[in-house]
């Protein structure tokens, strides 16, 4: 009885604070890829001087850092990593030891041991060297290396996220050429080994596998489930081929699709035939059927390599597809007296932010951190400070000086807006919002049944109507003046409304 009586008092005290708070409102919007997602181009690709992407990804090689006598020497990394903030985005590196076509890039220090001895064999077409998995000193070299380098590196801001693996493109496997673990593959004891020590070594930098690390044949993780408890992300480098439903979809189950909670998932573009890369971000149907926008939602994608898409789209659309991915933030309310302030923030995108991050009040920072604040979730979080007429960010200490965490405001968010292709019931519509006197797209009718569909102005006046049996349905806005309006589709008696933001 006390307990309740308690509750009911704190309750009371609680609703007289907030009652003497002033509500505040603010308009904003996020215009912007938002730092450490999205679409992400090569380094080296010649078209990422740009604000359509955030993220550059670079393969490196171990002995360009250590040497004959096995020092480290950072100067490629940090000349790389300088370079790609210069253009005021962030890096995703990965070791690889093995590529098709190539020597392994295991250090000479370890090449020139009398007992260490490489695989040479045909692997893609091309001769390839693969590492000597049988020596004891590659093993503890490279758990040295990724001690060293979490030490260098886990709290650069110039480094968003770190991908592991072995074999082939460190991707987790070897499809083609000599295939013996313990071999030219690292040893399931080793590779537990490997996973444990990583998860110690890198607190602030998330690191992943490849889904293909799904594979009982290459790895302890069917046997030893208990590895899936670590702290790491995945990433999918055949991400939307045709049949992704069946094996790629299959792997990320198998490391469970709550992991994005946690860590980040990400992938490439496939690369299985050329259709696939030309058509990876066409609208409305994607390569196969679906958007990128589908997919990013159902997987939670934070970053994906699509080095090959300039050739294929705008930057427009390429900007627009990295802007589906990872974390949005809006402010749904404030509260605010003159010490205190009460933000409730919700995360409209399609996966978590992975550093902390805080709501500030002219840099006064909230007390507790956006970090991992799922999609779809509210939270609120105090600040102390007023936030009336105040400056109010969102602040990260893994930001470059020149980036930054937008937010929307504490405006009504339009469906299309928020959402895009991600909740409608039945239909896409997009652009939204449209510039004034450009077309829409109603898309969904995959049966070509017969639709009616109407826009309303915001007062309820009926602006115009027709009805359609095509897939897609294109509109013109022309005769539209700019504001919020209503679609109304109606199927088989069935009547659907999506907000329409003209602009």
């Not at 509109?475 to 700019?482: E, R, S």
Request: charged share 20%; glycine share 6%.
């Amino acid at each position: 009885m006390k307990n309740h009586l308690l509750f009911i008092l704190l309750m009371v005290l609680t609703f007289k604070v907030y009652s003497q708070f002033e509500d505040i409102s603010l308009e904003a919007e996020i215009t912007e890829v938002q730092p450490m997602t999205g679409i992400v181009l090569w380094n080296d690709s010649g078209n990422n001087n740009t604000d359509a992407i955030s993220l550059e990804f670079s393969y490196m090689l171990f002995d360009d850092i250590v040497n004959l006598n096995g020092a480290y020497h950072w100067d490629v990394t940090e000349n790389k990593l300088n370079d790609i903030a210069s253009r005021g985005h962030q890096a995703i590196f990965r070791f690889r030891y093995v590529y098709p076509g190539y020597e392994t890039s295991v250090p000479l220090s370890i090449k020139n041991l009398p007992d260490y001895n490489e695989t040479e064999g045909i692997s893609e077409g091309k001769t390839t060297w693969f590492p000597d998995w049988t020596h004891p000193a590659l093993e503890e070299f490279t758990l040295e290396f990724y001690t060293k380098f979490s030490e260098k590196y886990d709290n650069d801001p110039r480094l968003a996220f770190v991908q592991v693996g072995f074999g082939l493109w460190a991707e987790y496997h070897i499809y083609d050429g000599p295939n013996t673990i313990g071999v030219n593959f690292p040893s399931k004891e080793f590779q537990e080994r490997f996973f444990y020590h990583l998860d110690t070594s890198f607190i602030n930098i998330p690191w992943s596998i490849s889904i293909d690390a799904a594979d009982d044949y290459y790895t302890p993780f069917d046997a030893k489930p208990e590895l899936k408890d670590i702290k790491f992300g995945v990433f999918d480098d055949s991400f939307m081929h045709e049949n992704h439903s069946g094996y790629n979809t299959s792997n990320w189950n198998f490391f469970d699709r709550e992991r994005y909670k946690s860590s980040p998932a990400g992938g490439e573009f496939s690369y299985y035939t050329s259709y696939d890369q030309e058509h990876m971000l066409d609208l409305p149907d994607g390569p196969y059927g679906k958007p990128y926008e589908t997919f990013a939602d159902n997987f939670h994608i934070t970053y994906m390599i699509g080095n090959d898409q300039p050739r294929y789209q705008t930057m427009e659309r390429i900007k627009e597809a990295s802007m589906a991915s990872g974390y949005k933030f809006k402010i749904v309310s404030i509260k605010s007296d003159s010490d205190t302030s009460v933000f409730e923030i919700l995360n409209y995108g399609v996966a978590p932010i992975y550093y902390d991050a805080y709501i500030s009040v002219n840099g006064v920072r909230s007390s507790e951190s956006l970090k991992l604040l799922a999609p779809n979730e509210t939270k609120t979080y105090s600040v102390s400070a007023g936030a009336k007429d105040a400056d109010i960010t969102i602040e990260c200490d893994k930001l470059l000086e020149e980036q930054e965490i937008q937010y929307y405001g504490t405006q009504e968010l339009p469906t299309g807006y928020i959402d895009g292709f991600k909740k409608t019931p039945g239909y896409l519509l997009y652009p939204n919002p449209v510039n004034m006197g450009d077309f829409i797209n109603l898309s969904g009718n995959k049966n070509h049944e017969i639709i009616k569909y109407a826009i309303y102005d915001i007062q309820g006046k009926l602006e115009f109507s027709n009805r359609s049996t095509h897939e897609t349905v294109i509109i013109n806005t022309n005769n539209l003046n700019k504001g919020l309006y209503f679609i109304n589709v109606e199927q088989n008696n069935k009547i659907e409304t999506y907000k329409l933001v003209i602009l």
